[in-house]
């Protein structure tokens, strides 16, 4: 049980760095979040700190943003993530490969395949960040009029995942004769082909793949509505979400693990690492200035952009330094409005602090020096409110390179993280099982072995 | 013009070795359509060797053959093409890298962004081989009752095509502006969505990835029917093809060649190198022996299978070492069913000899001595049956190793082929052109730049 007393972390590396004034920092690279060169120069630092895993979301439109906020967005092309994974799996050993595929816009069979082709290259580092693509503008780049409502990308998703897992179950084990002598090669009777016929999927199988070294690459998921969470409760091993405090991650964390007991999954089976933005600098006045730096650095027009755009409603005719106006009730973005007008209302903030705050990351951060950071991670850790963090980074290189040469010591020195990979997968890195053939349980695998010698 | 008088080779490797006697071949390692190592080890050859290319094909089933060939198939289990060949990526600098894909079963977002991925990540090294695919059994895994029909496959390609090219050109080649001073990243005004609507297709745009560094990947095709010939004289740059003799690679070739000219199109713009399964020893009798001995590696019941697939009919009941029966027509593939029953009317073969035909590599093969075969390969590029040659190895390593150490070196002493890449893109390795953005072409770049000054 030791491995629960120690931290995981991951890498959230899409945006290579989340800040929206990311690229515009002094010593930043501008290019990073599409440089093969910072990408493959980051994965090695990270490895070299034992990270888990280098997570590379995904996204299938431009990012659904004003035109004022696009155009200066450093995400506005990035590379695509499997593609990206395998590329990096051939320069290093040991670092865990998450990519984002999506369920509402892929076909089980591809999405089965391609994990399970970069878990064989990479000797069992992939994982499967499944996700319904809420982007309203991807419907449009795959042939739709409009999104698939909520209830049934989550219907879909539960069906696709059901899938893909049965689908890397296509072949035993050990499957494989490979016998030069009688010219037998795969054993078909240790092959099994699905079949499946559901409301939203018809899928013949079997996979044309060997089975992947994990068994199933590991799966993460996100979700955060109650379908979410039901989805995550029932199928996810990893979970990566966005609580805004240590308090709603630990209920959240409780929630999760209460729906897993109430199905009979043990709750031990689950990491969560929410994402965390970090900025940690010799003293906390400097941590401040950077975080303030990079405030800076998101334009208005991009902040106004999204402010009008989380408000659903445009504010760019008032003056941005006097209060925000009575904004009225709207159909879309309900919760983001609220928290917009809240902030208004108790800070009393003026519209152009309010689209600062809109524009740049308003996610969960630390912000402070190696030791209080540790501190407060070291709480979360102990007081259950996460198994670790999908970190991200402020800037690329300084930023990272700071994580890993001040956090990460600290982190080791206090044995709340690895100083060595003790394992080769992802799963073994998290402490998680490899799951067994579905189709060809293990008590089966012995009497086969056995009535054949 | 020099480059006209010289082949193009391209390396076929899936299966990595074509034949089906070859992972049992003495000294042939037998994981080696599944082994990264071998796969890494042969791209690294190759492109010591100078070929063009390393071409991945893919399938979306389990092949469809008999269980008694499937089970002694070598091609049983490999790696998906975007993943091994970016991973092959990291490890090679300037051999081009073509992947297949479906026009039938995937949607033109995810090929379009996953080329342009591997194009960015190799440097220009990416090229698309456009297919149908043709397997029934490949629609029962992708929700479909039955395979949509042949023209219909075809028209939905061409559009596919049109689609993926235009989301190619999503960006003007210069539209990152990347200014941290201002702060805009891209100039809007240098991002086109395509919003098409098309009877097959409704893709919206724009790619989320910038144009890709040969402005397209090098467009590839097989197409032999009369609207595969049609739609690589529209699209295709390469073209492969399985032409049974020298003459009717140089009657395909005119006809296409015919068919560009028809719609206006350069012949110069094409490279047809057509497969051939290449046996090179020290002397004839070796080379043929080798053959000989590969072929006797296929298993009686694989052939037998292959045979009766191939005819539509079950001859396994008949004598072995008698003459094939009265074969009934059959609705199903009339033409590879009247090639074997001319075998065994013209040359007498008895159902054991037709079944080692149908089980083995039935396709144009050079088998000889290097002088021999570079004799024959430069009728070939005199005489304008083809540009060069998608070369299919009989094994691995030692196959494939013979053909680089023995034949390669012959025809780099005749100057017909390079001893060194003159490019860094697969475009320039073949000699072809960058494509324009048709929605930022060079004179509108010009204007503009000039303007912005």
Known sequence: MAKHRQLHLGAFMRPAAIHT???RYPGADPHA???LEQMRRSIRRLEEAKFDAFFMADHLALLNMPI????????????????LLSALSAVTERIGLIATASTTFDAPYHIAKRFASLDHLSGGRAGW??????????ALNFGYESQMDHDDRYERA???????TGLWDSFADDAFVRDTES?????????HAISHKGPSLKVQGPLNIARPPQGWPVIVQAGASPAGRQLAAETAEVIFGAPPTIEAARSFNADVRSRMAAIGRAPDTLRYLPGAFVVVADSMNEALERRATLDSLVHYDSGIGSLNSMLGFDVSDHDPDGPLPEIPETEAGRSQRERMVNLAREKGLTIRELARAAGSYSGFAFVGTATSIADEMQEWLETEASDGFNVMFPWIPGGLDEVIDKLVPELQRRGLFRREYEGRTLREHL???????????PEHEVLTRTSSV
């Open 183 to 191: 010219g037998v090669f795969v054993d078909p009777a240790r092959i």
């Open 158 to 164: 539960r069906e696709f995942v059901e899938v893909v």
């Open 431 to 441: 402490g998680l099982p490899r799951p067994s053939n579905r189709f060809f349980p």
């Open 33 to 35: 979040n599409f440089s």
């Open 68 to 83: 004022a906020a696009l155009m200066r967005s450093h995400t506005v092309t990035s590379f695509e993530p499997f593609t």
């Open 129 to 138: 960040n499944v996700v319904t693509t809420a982007n309203p503008d991807a």
């Open 21 to 23: 004034g990311a690229w």
